[in-house]
């Protein structure tokens, strides 16, 4: 086994992590249980992230707009401190920092990976706030503690989260022989329905119709979040029956009688347990790990685990390091943007993210650059994790991730930033050459190509070296 | 720009036509015809973008969506008051519509209707290479496709050595790639190799630096590479944002701002590749259309037939060129959708049989499988 097998299920190896005497159950051992969070500064709940974005949106729509509705220079400056008071600019920087935090000092690095499969799968796209209120603390407190349950308890979790509701626009269904309905002739929004359907349980090979789209709409209808004049729209998500289709609904050839609240559970636990569903979520995990086009043979065992534990995460996610530790010497698989700058923070112990300290905010001004550096990176490297294009989240396939720019990206970042976070006491090419070594067996041949650039200590020098041996086919690749 | 050894041929037989050597062969044949799609993600409302004028039924469903005041085309449809550059270029002949048209995918997902949009096929994920990819390569046109975007549109797979510009903040150089380029061997590393390919042969106009996320700038740079004789002669624009499911507006709001950033992207281009602009063609790109009636959000649900909005000086003329379904209960697709009459594939071969001067019958064959695609090269563009 080589020692690619630690970046393939992780973030390869630092300067302090000694070398596994067992790989693999150095790898399994790690998915028992949710580690803490390391992160030594603020960790806000959703709660209170979520009563943020409710100051923000009051305070801007309701406030703001109206006070200054014929200054726009007034209002554009007390938009600005609003986004200062309520964190607006801050909060998404801070939690890319416990993200980071996590998959660099973490010692459970095999369970985080895990953990950001699971917040792509279920994935929030870029609209309205969420990325800078909601998206992480959804990540965190929504996707993580249900990692050692069923899939069926995450679907449950994320399908009535509040910003799963409000990214796919549950709020804005209505049932047409509803109450509500009836009164304001409204009617259903798809959209989150859809998704539930494509994206996060059976997907389309299961052979669904616009007519199961609807009636599982029906279901949904009802789960939404409560409005207040103060609040708006981020008050808690509740199930409001008012809004809720009356009547027996048909998915997917299954009978669902007229029983309220109730519905929603019932077709979650029949789509997560769906065969189509287990299929393609395994695929999915063997996509992540092992290999963009996985085979039979490589997904075969994870269904089988998942079939004989009923959709045990903790069984899944073992089954699928089992199999990567399998097929490591023999499938090659390319890692997008966050999680190659994950590793090579790891790898290298680079001075990212800032300290805790550092990140400490006191609403009072905008963000540092210091304390952007992070976010900025990733977006500059494409792959800003809450801000996907769309709820089918960042893509697993190399194609998507190979293009001129994109290579560019990561060759700019290599020589011209990643200087700037290394340690001083980092600064040599003898650092360089251990850390090499901790984490590939060529070491020699790579070291051999920046051994011109041996005797340099500037940061031109230093990006002329990382700028290579961090695009190397096997840095890009495990 | 730069002089490479190709454009120096060209150049150099130019002069022999000019000088009356080949008098049967225009000056205008030689010119470099540029084919530009603008991929709209999401679902674009052809109905808000191209609405019907006095349709009962329409102001019926959807109360909240209807446009106060729309640019005049003519008796039947009007115009989005944000598209305003191709309403000026309408009446020069170089903006035109095509009206319920889409590809031919009635499922309703993004997904899926994003992967056959830009594949062209009919089963979704089957397909690995774009449309346009494929009819660059049967045109035995190759690194001339360029893709303003991160990262590689699928639309344009299919031909090797394909450019995207889409700069970073600063520079990098060029000896690191060189440096490294051996050491990509095998299979498994042919695409990253044949990208570094790219880069290490990218006109130096490409290698600058600068604020990617200024969309007008990108446009501007688009234009100069476009203008250029020795430069792409294809490019790919991006934008999403039309899932418009809440608060999808009128004059303004959501779907709204989105045509605007359409008509940004038309007008720098037009203001820029100047004479280059009569030998462009402009065509929009997307997944489907939206339902006819409003939902419970001030939205619209995902539907199927949609509008193509074109520009440039290689349309025939200006009009909207329809077989109209009508909006009626049971004209409607599936009693909810504006119908498609025209698959827009049909379109896209046509233009890029005017564009890439190959037979549109050779490129059904070659693109699209031989799917039956009429030829619509007479009645939309100029031949």
Redesign the interface.
């Known amino acids: 086994m080589s020692l690619n097998f630690y970046r393939r299920i992780a973030f390869g190896l630092s300067p302090q992590d000694e070398l596994p005497q067992e790989p693999l159950s150095w790898a399994l051992n790690q998915l028992n249980t949710v580690p803490d969070f390391l992160w030594k500064g603020s960790i806000p709940t959703e709660k209170e992230l979520r009563k943020k974005y409710g100051e923000w949106v009051y305070g801007d729509r309701e406030v703001l707009r109206k006070k200054f509705k014929n200054d726009k220079n007034a209002y554009r400056k007390a938009k600005d401190q609003l986004r200062i008071e309520t964190g607006e600019r801050y909060f998404e920087l801070n939690e890319h920092a416990i993200r980071h935090y996590q998959t660099k000092y973490g010692t459970q690095p095999v369970f985080e990976r895990f953990w950001l499969f699971w917040g792509n799968h279920f994935a929030i796209s870029e609209k309205d706030f969420l990325a800078e209120f909601s998206t992480g603390p959804y990540q965190r407190e929504v996707i993580r503690p249900n990692m050692l349950k069923t899939f069926e308890d995450m679907v449950q979790a994320v399908t009535t989260s509040w910003c799963m509701i409000h990214h796919l626009?549950n709020s804005?269904?209505?049932g047409p022989n509803s109450k509500r309905g009836v009164e304001s002739r409204?009617?259903?929004?798809?959209?989150h329905a859809?998704e539930l359907l494509?994206?996060h349980t059976v997907s389309?090979r299961a052979g669904y119709t616009?007519e199961d789209?609807i009636q599982l709409a029906y279901i949904m209808t009802g789960w939404s979040h409560k409005w207040s004049r103060k609040t708006l729209e981020t008050g808690d998500v509740w199930f409001d029956q008012e809004k809720h289709q009356k009547g027996e609904k048909i998915v997917l050839g299954k009978k669902y009688k007229n029983d309220a609240k109730r519905e929603l559970a019932k077709v979650i636990h029949d789509l997560a347990t769906h065969p189509m569903c287990i299929k393609f979520v395994s695929t999915k995990l063997c996509r992540h790990f092992i290999s963009d086009e996985p085979t039979e043979e490589m997904i075969n065992p994870v269904i089988e685990a998942w079939n004989k534990s009923n959709g045990n995460l903790i069984e899944i996610h073992k089954a699928v390091v089992t199999q990567a530790f399998k097929y490591n010497d023999t499938s090659?698989k390319f890692h997008p943007p966050e999680i190659w700058l994950m590793q090579l923070s790891r790898m290298f112990d680079l001075n990212t993210p800032l300290s805790a300290e550092k990140m400490n905010y006191a609403f009072k001004s905008k963000p540092t650059g210091r304390q952007g550096q992070l976010s900025w990176i990733l977006r500059?490297i494409?792959n800003s994790p809450y801000r996907a294009?769309?709820?089918?989240g960042w893509s697993d396939f190399?194609?998507?991730?190979?293009?001129?720019?994109?290579?560019?990206?990561r060759?700019?970042f290599a020589?011209?930033e990643l200087p700037y976070l290394l340690k001083p006491q980092n600064r040599s090419h003898g650092f360089i050459l251990r850390c090499l070594k901790n984490n590939f067996e060529d070491h020699e041949n790579m070291a051999s190509?920046i051994h011109q650039f041996r005797f340099g200590t500037t940061d031109k020098d230093l990006g002329?070296q990382y700028?290579?041996i961090c695009?190397?086919?096997g840095v890009?690749?495990v | 720009m730069n002089c490479t050894r190709r454009n120096f041929l060209i150049g150099g037989s130019t002069t022999l036509f000019l000088s009356g050597f080949f008098p049967k062969i225009s000056f205008a044949s030689m010119q470099k015809k540029n084919l530009i799609i603008i991929s709209l993600?999401?679902g674009m409302d052809g109905l808000t973008a191209i609405p019907v004028i006095g349709d009962k039924r329409l102001k019926k469903l959807r109360k909240k969506l209807i446009l106060e005041d729309v640019l005049k085309l003519n008796s039947d449809f009007g115009l989005h008051p944000k598209l305003e550059i191709f309403h000026q270029l309408w009446n020069q002949d170089k903006a035109a519509f095509v009206h319920a048209t889409n590809i031919p995918y009635t499922?309703?997902?993004?997904?899926?209707g994003q992967n056959l949009m830009e594949t062209g096929a009919h089963i979704?994920y089957k397909e690995?290479t774009g449309w346009l990819g494929r009819g660059l390569l049967a045109s035995d046109i190759v690194g001339k496709g360029l893709?303003i975007?991160?990262?590689?549109p699928l639309l344009l797979?299919g031909v090797p050595q394909n450019?995207?510009?889409?700069?970073?903040?600063?520079?990098?150089?060029t000896k690191?790639?060189d440096?490294?380029y051996d050491?990509?061997?095998g299979d498994?590393?042919a695409?990253?190799k044949s990208?570094?390919d790219?880069?290490r042969q990218?006109p130096l106009s490409m290698q600058i630096a600068t604020d990617s996320e200024d969309r007008k700038k990108l446009a501007l740079e688009a234009a100069k590479q476009l203008k250029d004789q020795s430069g792409p002669r294809v490019a790919v624009f991006e934008l999403?944002g039309f899932d418009t499911?809440?608060a999808q507006g009128g004059v303004d709001g959501a779907h709204a701002d989105e045509l605007e950033e359409v008509n940004e992207i038309v007008k720098i281009l037009y203001e820029n590749l100047g004479s280059a602009f009569d030998n462009t063609l402009i065509l929009t790109l997307t997944e489907f259309g939206r339902t006819i009636?409003q939902?419970?959000?001030y939205?619209t649900?995902?539907g199927y037939g949609s509008a193509i909005l074109m520009a440039g000086g290689l349309l025939k003329k200006s009009q909207v060129y329809t077989d109209w379904p009508g909006l009626k209960k049971k004209e409607l697709f599936?009693g909810r959708d504006l119908n498609s009459t025209i698959d827009s594939r049909a379109v896209y071969n046509s233009a890029m049989s005017i564009c890439f001067n190959k037979d549109p019958e050779f490129l059904r064959r070659e693109v699209f499988w031989g799917d039956d695609l009429p030829n619509l090269t007479e009645d939309l563009f100029k031949i």
């Open positions: 626009d804005e269904s209505v409204d009617t259903i929004n798809e959209n859809r494509e994206l389309p616009q789209v090659h500059e494409g294009k769309q709820p089918n190399e194609v998507d991730w190979v293009s001129p720019e994109l290579l560019l990206r060759f700019w020589s011209v190509l002329r700028g290579i695009n190397l086919p890009l690749k | 993600r999401g499922g309703r997902s993004h997904f899926d979704p690995k893709a975007s991160l990262p590689m797979r450019n995207n510009f889409f700069p970073s903040p600063d520079f990098v150089e690191l790639i440096r490294i050491e990509f061997k498994h590393n695409l990253i990208t570094l790219t880069i990218r999403d499911h809440a009636k939902n419970g959000g939205g649900e995902h599936e």
